[in-house]
C-alpha cells in the first residue's frame, strides 16, 4: 500500500507562481507511476502531469505544459509540481496519485492523497 500527502496549495493572484508537495510512504515506489490531477468544482478529475518513478520520465497534459514540471526526490520518497503563471484556469483541488502504469486516466491510478486546494484569483 502506498500512502500520499500532499501539501503546498493557497491562494495566489494570476501569473503566480506555486510548488505542491506529495509525500510518499508505505512501500517501495519502483515501477510505479506518480502524477498529479486536478478537479475543479462540477468539473471531471483530470490529468496533470505523471512520472515514471525509476527513470524519472515526465508527461503532461497539453494544457499545463510549458508552465508546470512535474519532479521527484527519490531518496526523499517526494513528488513535486512547480506550477508557473498560473491562471484562473487552474484552480483546481490537486491530487497526489500512484499507479502502475504509465497513463493519463485517473482510473488507472489507485492510490490517492486527500487533495490540496490551489486558487488563482484575477
Known amino acids: 500500500q502506498v500512502q500520499l500527502v500532499e501539501s503546498g496549495g493557497g491562494l495566489v493572484q494570476e501569473g503566480a507562481s506555486l510548488t505542491l508537495s506529495c509525500a510518499a510512504s508505505g512501500r517501495a515506489l519502483d515501477w510505479y507511476y506518480l502524477g498529479w490531477f486536478r478537479q475543479a468544482p462540477g468539473k471531471e478529475r483530470e490529468f496533470v502531469a505523471a512520472?515514471?518513478?525509476?527513470?524519472?520520465?515526465?508527461y503532461y497534459a497539453d494544457s499545463v505544459k510549458g508552465r508546470f514540471t512535474i519532479s521527484r526526490v527519490n531518496a526523499e520518497s517526494t513528488l513535486y509540481l512547480q506550477m508557473n503563471n498560473l491562471g484562473s484556469g487552474d484552480t483546481a483541488t490537486y491530487y497526489c496519485?500512484?499507479?502502475?502504469?504509465?497513463?493519463?486516466?485517473?482510473?488507472?491510478?489507485?492510490?490517492w492523497g486527500q487533495g490540496t486546494q490551489v486558487t488563482v484569483s484575477s
Open positions: 496519485a500512484a499507479g502502475q502504469r504509465r497513463s493519463i486516466s485517473y482510473t488507472d491510478y489507485n492510490h
Open positions: 512520472i515514471d518513478w525509476t527513470r524519472g520520465i515526465p
